[in-house]
């Protein structure tokens, strides 16, 4: 989370990360009060549109009635189709929101969910969750423009709409539109950032910054410092969090010998989620829409209804740069006026491209060296695409900066090979099998060292669970481990070995 000036002074970009529908619900975030440190949510009047060349633009607002409408405007009855989807999100948001992100297994989030779901639905609840989005739509709706609401917002992660859990992935995201909005911070993402660094600082704590780590060390099977670059040894006392992708952590952070055979073995057959492209813009006025939904929405969604999406994740599956890519885009002065003079407007557009290029769909010839050509190659297209839906966008660009994957891993070498989930958000990579089949759990094979970052469960996005899990994991642990290191000893007063080991650890 980064914003800066990024094209021209006076413009706010996000570097990478720019809205915030996980942070918003997070109850780890909610837990750290950074209202109290500067941090401010900004939402747009309309949460997300999705303009097509046929003229419609569905939208989603945190007013359940207005998305009705838009619903009901091209098919009656999918405005009530669209309450009931938003009455269940309400009946188990709570509860579904603690089973996924607190730690694994979460048995009282699952006990609680299943109460408020009710015995006599829980098999048609669990079917509902494990839908393809695809069907979800067809299902419940009559209409695509429905249906492309869900299906684009599934695809926020590496998931076509044919896949299993992406109907659930849609909905949650689109429930989370409902109640909390796509929020973004004032000022920049950059001041998410700054509010958990000041709180954490309140707290005595230190961020130190440009001294990268090189080298988790172990001793007698324990992590006990992290080495830095410049030699530098910063001891562990209790534990070692590690922010980073789990291949970075065991291939390149610890060394092989510590770790099992097994564990390095799983790690071969680990899977990334697919490369990005990211496209800022400084422009001379808000995104010209030829849909007039679209001119006060946050986050617009670019591609050609749920056939387009599926077009372009097969694409993506063949290792092709997808022909007509699915864009996720941004328009701050919707959210946020303050990053931008008056009148004006910052954007951005991400799109999601091969790890490994095999070919391009379309006729440019991209190659995936993301050289010149290259560069000018997807900008092109990826302004082509949002031209075609609002002319005049092209004569509006004061400026651009584009990150293809390697830029994006050179701003964070994190984001490996350009990509920012931390691993790929498919079944086969979640719950217990993330990053690795196990347990689920932050815990490593190393005693002190927990894996904190998006490659653990629950997986990317900003919400923080997976670093809250790992600290609460690593406190317990450290009690444990002093609670053990008690026993034998005996205390003037005659507290007992006995005694010792029956003490609560709290």
């Known amino acids: 989370m980064h914003s800066t000036e990024l094209i021209e002074p006076g413009y706010v970009n996000d570097v990478c990360s720019a809205f915030y529908p996980l942070a918003a619900a997070s109850p780890t975030i909610s837990a750290l009060r950074l209202e109290h440190h500067g941090l401010r949510w900004r939402h747009a009047p309309t949460v997300l549109a999705h303009p097509t060349l046929d003229g419609t633009c569905p939208v989603l607002s945190q007013n359940v009635d207005v998305t009705a409408a838009s619903f009901d405007r091209y098919h009656a009855g999918d405005g009530d189709a669209w309450r009931r989807l938003m009455d269940r999100w309400e009946d188990v948001r709570e509860p579904l929101i603690g089973l996924l992100l607190k730690p694994f297994p979460p048995v009282l989030p699952a006990a609680r969910l299943a109460a408020a779901v009710g015995p006599a639905d829980l098999v048609r609840f669990a079917r509902f969750m494990l839908l393809p989005v695809r069907r979800l739509g067809e299902e419940e709706f009559g209409a695509d423009q429905a249906r492309r609401i869900l299906a684009g917002s599934a695809l926020h992660a590496d998931l076509s709409p044919e896949l299993t859990l992406s109907g659930m992935y849609g909905w949650l995201l689109c429930g989370l539109g409902h109640s909390y909005g796509w929020p973004v911070p004032e000022g920049g993402a950059g001041r998410l950032v700054d509010a958990m660094t000041d709180r954490l600082a309140a707290r005595g704590g230190t961020v130190v910054c440009d001294a990268p780590v090189v080298e988790i060390v172990v001793r007698d099977g324990r992590a006990v410092a992290a080495r830095l670059g410049d030699g530098t040894m910063v001891d562990a006392d209790r534990a070692v969090l590690a922010d980073v992708n789990a291949p970075m952590l065991y291939t390149r952070l610890v060394a092989a010998g510590h770790l099992p055979d097994r564990l390095l073995e799983d790690l071969r057959r680990f899977h990334w989620d697919d490369a990005t492209v990211k496209v800022d813009w400084t422009l001379d006025g808000p995104i010209p829409w030829a849909a007039h939904e679209a001119r006060t929405a946050g986050t617009v969604h670019v591609v050609e209804g749920v056939d387009g999406l599926t077009a372009s994740a097969a694409e993506l599956a063949r290792s092709l740069v997808p022909e007509n890519p699915f864009l996720l885009m941004g328009q701050q002065s919707m959210t946020d006026p303050t990053r931008q003079p008056a009148g004006k407007e910052t954007a951005w557009a991400y799109t999601h491209v091969p790890r490994r290029v095999k070919g391009d769909a379309g006729s440019a010839g991209i ?38 994957p390697p830029g994006l891993e050179a701003v964070n070498p994190n984001l490996d090979g350009g990509a920012i989930n931390g691993g790929t958000g498919q079944l086969h990579q979640q719950l217990v099998f993330r990053p690795v089949p196990g347990l689920g759990r932050p815990e490593t094979p190393i005693a002190g060292l927990y894996l904190a970052s998006g490659s653990a469960h629950p997986g990317g996005g900003v919400h923080g669970a997976a670093g809250s899990n790992a600290a609460r994991a690593a406190l317990l642990g450290d009690r444990r481990r002093r609670a053990r290191a008690l026993v034998g000893w005996r205390s003037p007063a005659g507290l007992s070995a006995r005694r010792v080991r029956e003490l609560p650890v709290r």
Do not use: K, N
């Open 367 to 404: 190659t995936g060296d993301w050289g010149d050509s290259d560069r000018d190659a997807i900008v092109e297209r990826i302004e082509a695409s949002i031209e075609a839906l609002a002319p005049g966008f092209r004569s509006s660009i004061r400026g651009r900066h584009l990150l293809t």
